[in-house]
């Protein structure tokens, strides 16, 4: 097969992979490292929970389906008529999982021995989808106590209330797995009609890192991989105003401590953000909010959080972008407080030139050690690759970020009016 293939690299590192495009649509992006003694391979696709209403190009109308079916999806296809793929990935020794995000559905496996054959295993599941009514109902079941689960979980809770209160409709605001109601709506006929829109080759990703064979790994995709047409598919999200729901929400729960997350809403109407404006804003949140700097050590001092649960990300996607702010706190108004305060000052002020470029060096170099992980590299490609985006293209911006770069964000997104606290408080 005529196969085009292309070594991506960065400028500052010695590392590279093979981004190849396959003939049967699939984009292969290959990170082979000798002297690895594990390698993971990563099958994706770009559909996730909030993907629950599109138009295929084929036809005429948007389709609604039933919240939670991409998650449903992923726990079917691991079954088959001869038995499970956890069943057959035994035989060769290899970890498998899979998971799914609010935009992606992902396969992966990691293995030290026989990783051909496990990769083979990964091909053929993914690529046999195998429902009937029986099966479906029987994971109705399964994913109904998952979902429950999940309900009592402080942490998803704080998440799931944050993004309820930010967010006025788009479908970011659901649970992933859906509810125990619209899981009962999903049918065979549904979760082929959802595999043969979303599984298409040209929407998905393999990404390979370890110790392999480029060319072994060439070889089982060209007999393995079922070429299929290009199927583009539109998303269709109901409109979202820039405003938040509600500035604050709270839920009391059997937790120790109170937990909060504090975080802005982006204006709304970008769906793709490039590797420079991700990089851009990852640098900014690091300045202002990292181990390092002067609001973290104030919050420190004043016992307004500890260091082993605070956080900070910026969390963003088709339709949706907030930048969040979580951990324990017995005050997390006072804690929210002084998030605005250290961006207004920033505003004020200027970015700290010695602190920007103090966190540019943390943050590429925490990108350079991951390149030692074979796991993080294999999800780092996947996750790039379906969103746009290139892993090296993306350190590089890290390099060559400047504080120009992020002050529009500072007067565009930190702003109170767009603000959302979340917390969850101990039951007495």
């Known amino acids: 097969m005529n196969t085009e293939m292309e070594l991506r690299s960065g400028r500052w590192v010695d590392d590279s992979y093979y981004k190849i495009h396959h003939p049967s649509g699939l984009t292969l ?82 293995c030290t021995d026989h990783f051909y054959e496990s990769l083979e295993i990964l091909l053929d599941f993914v690529q046999s989808p195998y429902f009937t009514d029986e099966t479906v109902r029987k994971e109705q079941g399964i994913i109904g106590q998952e979902i429950k689960m999940y309900d009592d979980d402080p942490q998803w809770r704080l998440m799931f209330n944050y993004l309820r209160s930010m967010y006025h409709a788009h479908p970011i605001r659901s649970d992933i797995a859906g509810t125990v109601d619209s899981i009962a709506k999903i049918t065979p006929e549904l979760l082929y009609r959802c595999y043969n829109t979303f599984y298409n080759l040209g929407n998905m990703v393999l990404a390979v890192a370890g110790n392999f064979q480029v060319d072994k790994v060439r070889e089982i995709c060209d007999r393995m991989l079922k070429p299929s047409p290009l199927l583009p598919v539109r998303r269709v999200f109901p409109e979202e105003p820039d405003s938040v729901v509600c500035s604050k929400v709270e839920e009391h729960l059997p937790v120790a401590f109170p937990l909060f997350q504090f975080g802005f809403k982006e204006p709304v109407g970008q769906t793709v953000r490039s590797e420079r404006e991700v990089a851009a804003m990852e640098v900014l949140l690091e300045t202002m909010a990292s181990e390092a700097s002067p609001l973290y050590r104030r919050l420190l001092d004043e016992e307004l959080i500890n260091e082993s649960s605070f956080s900070y990300e910026y969390f963003e996607g088709n339709g949706y972008a907030t930048i969040m702010f979580s951990g324990e706190s017995q005050n997390p108004q006072a804690v929210a407080q002084a998030l605005l305060q250290e961006a207004d000052r920033f505003q004020k002020e200027g970015i700290p030139q010695e602190a920007f470029e103090r966190s540019k060096r943390a943050l590429y170099g925490d990108m350079v050690s991951s390149l030692n992980n074979m796991g993080s590299v294999a999800n780092g490609l ?37 603000s959302v606290l979340s917390t969850i408080l101990p039951l007495q």
């Open 382 to 418: 996947v996750n790039m690759t379906l969103r746009g985006r290139d892993l090296f293209t993306y350190m590089d911006c890290l390099a060559d970020v400047k504080p120009e770069d992020v002050a529009d964000k500072l007067t565009r997104v930190f702003r109170e009016e767009q």
């Open 29 to 110: 992006c290959l990170f082979p490292q000798e002297g690895f003694h594990t390698t993971y391979a990563i099958f994706g696709t770009k559909y996730g929970s909030i993907d629950n209403c599109f138009q295929r190009q084929d036809e005429d109308h948007p389709e609604q389906v039933p919240e939670g079916i991409a998650h449903y999806l992923e726990h079917k296809l691991f079954e088959s008529e001869e038995g499970d793929a956890f069943s057959r990935y035994a035989q060769t020794g290899a970890s498998a999982n899979a998971f799914t995000s609010f935009e992606t559905t992902c396969y992966l496996f990691s």
